[in-house]
């Protein structure tokens, strides 16, 4: 992977890219978006995340973040791998996931060509982070953000989509508390 895309500046805000293997639609069900926003906000009040954007979409998750103990990468790291952890065992200890053998085979097919994973993986190793250097680079992914939703279709304005900052930015009650830029 080039240098592009990986976080340079650990005390600056990055716009970051969380994929799941496979693309696979895990985000589908809120019991695996809530357990993201749940670790959002735990990072958020316990970590020194400075969270100041988010999407939630079927297969991955688009933020804008800082580190307010410029120590972004163990940060990006911590909340990935308590969301995988967390996600892998829901889904592994559900009776109510329809598709609990195909997500844990898609997992584990992943897995297996990843030195650094044991048995299932959820995201992949990349976050395509973009260091946010101007006002303008961050009006820009801040609309990319909250318009994800709208281009998907799911919603005719961006605030109507309730996981995602958008409603937060619109003056509406978020799911989770943000940092506002």
């Not at 994973?117 to 303008?136: F, G, I, P």
Request: hydrophobic share 40%.
């Amino acid at each position: 992977m080039g240098s592009s895309y990986q976080i340079q500046d650990q005390t600056q805000a990055y716009f970051f890219t969380f994929q799941v293997v496979g693309w696979a639609d895990v985000f589908s069900r809120k019991i695996y978006r809530d357990i993201v926003l749940e670790s959002f906000d735990y990072c958020r009040k316990s970590k020194g995340m400075i969270l100041f954007a988010y999407v939630i979409m079927t297969n991955h998750i688009h933020a804008i973040m800082q580190s307010k103990d410029g120590d972004l990468s163990g940060l990006v790291r911590d909340f990935k791998k308590f969301t995988s952890k967390k996600i892998l065992k829901e889904i592994h200890e559900s009776t109510q996931e329809s598709r609990k053998e195909w997500l844990e085979m898609v997992f584990e097919y992943h897995a297996k060509y990843n030195k650094r994973v044991n048995d299932k993986q959820l995201w992949t190793h990349e976050n395509h982070a973009v260091e946010l250097s101007d006002n303008e680079m961050i009006d820009v992914k801040l609309e990319y953000i909250h318009q994800n939703p709208v281009k998907a279709g799911w919603v005719e304005n961006a605030d109507e989509y309730i996981y995602s900052s958008a409603r937060n930015y619109a003056g509406l009650p978020g799911l989770i508390e943000m940092d506002m830029i």
